[in-house]
């Protein structure tokens, strides 16, 4: 996050003001691209599946994930794939054609270098640690509950992060086979999208797509979901309409999966598809609603306390109403064939993804770093952090928007001195100097307070969920004891009254033998088995190693290294699955 | 419910018994991803050929000699590998290995069929988005019928080693599946490159 917000202050920089010429336009292109690129894939999504890896076992009075290993396999290719992209990056191979690359700006004959090929089977390769994390989620969410958490009683975190993983799991294929396909037309002659072979190329846009706006919901309902979770707890009441959120967060992923094509407006599509796209794209504005009157009311119905976390939170809502408007606007035919490819769009993109996932995110951060280390983060120093964050983003972007509708567009490394875009790009440039200084604020209070924060024991905020009442930070097995669960908000039971018995969180299953866990039954979460989980393995790391040699063979066609990666793959996943007695997948009686 | 929860632990399997345990719902992930992979193949091909100008199939009329052969016996592995399983859930260990054993030779045989088929066509993989659709997406599955073949053989070895018996043997049936996924999804790729083209379409 903290290289691609560098890059952003880099072309800030190049375009605070008309015909500055810090950065060359090839420059411009790989930055701005490599800024997408880092900021959508290797920042949005993977902080929160890392907030909801290490969350969910928690809140779900379980002692891991359904897939340790599997955890860790996801992790591993992350980091590796990760590099990859970067190692293009630093030797002048980033990728440059913006984060969705369209052909044929992507294909070889007007992209010779090696930048689309990093792109390419980086992006296959980071979509299998996206994927195995995804069906991870699934089976968690579905299998190891605590009992009697049904699935009415799940918090909206786990259910932002089980609606992304589904979409995850369907639509990450799409983006995968659009890169291989990419790939193979640029190293082997196929003729995907080249028209001169009878290709399309339009085909492109509409696999990226399939895959890009699902995964743009992807990476926000489980912010949203930490935001429905967290805002309650600083209005010391719950949820507004939990049921109504929780099925909005279905509901929104569902229309989710039809509106890609009002990224394709300015196409020249039939007008059918644009009118049927267009409605989708505005209908989907009610689920979304629903959620924005739900906080409204949480906050207007509890007594808040205005913590930093509550303040990033409560602001977020704003913000995605602003965002939300926008996209609303550019729902619209008409309005989006107007807006396409300016500044409108940036400014609309950013409101969504800094509005809906950082602010979340960094509230999240002041919500659960006492869980995790111990300790509370400073909230003297969260005040600034917030103000700072809050009207630096704000002067940034909100000024943006009319640059775009004063017709700026969008990818270019310069421009002229028309119309008073000059001004409004220094606004914007200093207002993303100061956002950058109040992340900067986040950092200096995580260290600081890693050491010297406050005690925060086991439930600082007097929250209502499982994971608080747990010692801060939980010991490696979570609960010594599985909790079972008779209500939404377990620790506030005594408080709330209402029907039926009271959770038990010192009295159950003990599970003491080995490594053990108890799995339920997908909806009632009645306890059906005890889960035997495994120890730790190098067979994901292995794994990792494998295909980072044969991603790196396919990329340079050295095809003895891809091949000998492939093996250790193929090795590293036989081992992986080997039936094993203390995992009771074989009868040790038939040694 | 808390009471009998409390008390309930006693009684509760402890690992994966028969088909009951999270392997089984990591198959189904697994195989829910893969198919969403092949959807997105079809739709490739199905997208590409609606908006192509005519005379876009570079076989109107693609030759069944070999295909419809071919998926005939690579839909009959699936019933043989089934029964290899049934094998395993009674007890049977040689009709076991029978099974999986002969699965994996019907599917190597189907998998040779089709390389004879790849050679016996007169385009190549770059001659038009038609060729390159086929190669790859036939090429895709063949990958997967590879790795379906791998799958049969480890559970071969493992019943040979005779790991499972009928409670224990979570692994098999999720190799099985797996292996019916193989087979169904060829019966889409089939469908697409072979049947479609004489309903006229993308001629």
């Not at chain 1, 992507?106 to 992006?123: C, E, I, K, T, W």
Request: hydrophobic residues 50%.
């Amino acid at each position: 996050m903290a290289l691609g917000g560098a890059e952003a202050l880099m072309m800030r920089l190049q375009l605070a003001g008309p015909n500055l010429s810090l950065l060359t336009p090839a420059e411009y292109n790989q930055l701005f691209s490599t800024h997408g690129m880092t900021m959508i894939f290797l920042y949005a999504s993977p902080v929160l599946s890392g907030f909801s890896n290490y969350l969910w076992p928690l809140l779900l009075g379980s002692r891991d994930m359904a897939f340790p290993r599997l955890n860790a396999l996801s992790y591993w290719i992350y980091l590796a794939s990760g590099l990859f992209l970067y190692a293009g990056f630093v030797t002048g191979n980033g990728p440059n054609d913006g984060w969705f690359n369209y052909v044929p700006y992507a294909s070889r004959d007007y992209s010779p270098g090696l930048n689309q090929d990093f792109y390419a089977l980086g992006m296959v390769f980071l979509g299998i640690s996206t994927t195995v994390g995804a069906a991870n989620f699934i089976v968690t969410a579905f299998r190891t509950r605590a009992p009697g958490m049904s699935i009415n009683r799940l918090p909206i975190l786990v259910w932002g992060t089980l609606t992304a993983s589904v979409a995850n799991l369907v639509v990450v294929p799409a983006v995968s086979l659009a890169f291989f396909l990419l790939w193979m037309d640029r190293q082997f002659g196929t003729q995907f999208f080249n028209p001169a072979g009878g290709g399309q190329p339009l085909l492109w846009q509409h696999l990226f797509w399939i895959f890009g706006h699902p995964w743009v919901y992807a990476i926000v309902l489980p912010a949203m979901g930490m935001v429905s979770d967290g805002l309650p707890v600083f209005c010391r009441r719950p949820l507004v309409g939990y049921s109504l959120v929780a099925l909005s967060t279905v509901a929104t992923m569902i229309f989710g999966f039809g509106v890609w094509v009002h990224h394709m407006f300015a196409t020249g599509l039939p007008g059918l598809g644009l009118a049927f796209f267009s409605g989708a794209s505005i209908a989907i504005v009610v689920p979304s609603a629903v959620a924005v009157f739900a906080w409204i009311a949480t906050i207007r119905l509890g007594r808040p306390v205005v913590t930093t976390a509550f303040l990033f939170f409560s602001s977020m809502i704003l913000l995605f109403v602003i965002g939300g408007v926008s996209g609303f606007m550019t729902a619209s035919v008409p309005v989006d064939w107007q807006l396409t490819d300016t500044y409108f769009v940036v400014a609309h993109l950013h409101y969504v993804l800094i509005g809906i996932n950082v602010f979340p995110v960094v509230g999240a951060t002041y919500f659960w770093f006492p869980k995790m280390t111990g300790r509370l983060l400073d909230e003297r120093l969260g005040r600034w952090n917030f103000w700072t964050m809050f009207i630096g983003f704000n002067l940034a972007f909100l000024p943006m928007h009319l640059t775009g509708l004063l017709g700026m567009p969008r990818r270019v490394y310069t421009y002229g001195d028309y119309g008073g875009w000059g001004t409004l790009n220094l606004i914007t440039s200093i207002g993303s100097f100061v956002f950058a200084a109040g992340v900067l604020l986040l950092f200096i209070n995580v260290i600081k307070s890693r050491k010297n924060g406050a005690l925060a024991g086991k439930n600082p905020w007097d929250a209502p969920t499982l994971e608080w009442s747990v010692p801060s930070p939980p010991p490696a097995y979570n609960f010594a004891v599985i909790p079972t669960v008779a209500s939404r908000y377990p620790l506030w039971e005594t408080r709330l009254g209402g029907e039926g018995g009271l959770s038990s969180l010192d009295r159950g299953m003990m599970l003491d033998q080995g490594k053990e866990t108890v799995g339920t039954s997908a909806l009632d979460a009645e306890p059906d088995m005890v889960l035997e989980m495994p120890s730790d393995s190098v067979a994901p790391f292995l794994l990792t190693v494998g295909l980072s040699a044969l991603f790196v063979g396919l990329l340079l066609k050295v095809w003895v290294l891809a091949g000998i990666g492939a093996a250790i793959a193929l090795l590293a996943v036989l081992a992986w699955l080997w039936p094993s007695t203390d995992l009771r997948e074989r009868e040790p009686t038939h040694d | 419910m808390i009471e009998t929860v409390i008390a309930a632990p006693l009684n509760l399997p402890v690992g994966p018994i028969r088909r009951h345990g999270i392997g089984w719902w990591g198959a189904g992930t697994l195989i829910a991803s893969e198919g969403a992979l092949f959807a997105y193949l079809l739709f490739a091909y199905y997208y590409t050929g609606a908006t192509a100008p005519r005379g876009w199939l570079l076989e109107p009329s693609p030759p069944l000699t070999l295909a419809l052969p071919n998926t005939v016996l690579l839909l009959l592995s699936s019933l043989v590998a089934w029964w290899g399983e049934q094998g395993v859930l009674k007890g049977a260990r040689a009709r076991a290995l029978l099974g999986f054993g002969g699965a994996a030779l019907m599917g190597s045989a189907f998998a040779v069929v089709q390389w004879l088929e790849w050679r016996s066509k007169s385009y190549g993989i770059g001659t038009s988005s038609y060729a390159s659709l086929y190669f790859v997406t036939t090429g895709f599955h063949m990958a997967h019928v590879l790795l379906g073949i791998a799958v049969l053989i480890a559970i071969f070895a493992w019943t040979a080693l005779d790991y499972f018996s009928p409670r224990r043997r979570l692994v098999v049936s999720a190799g099985v599946l797996y292996w019916h996924f193989v087979d169904a999804v060829w019966l889409f790729v089939f469908t697409t490159y072979y049947l479609t083209p004489y309903l006229g379409f993308g001629r």
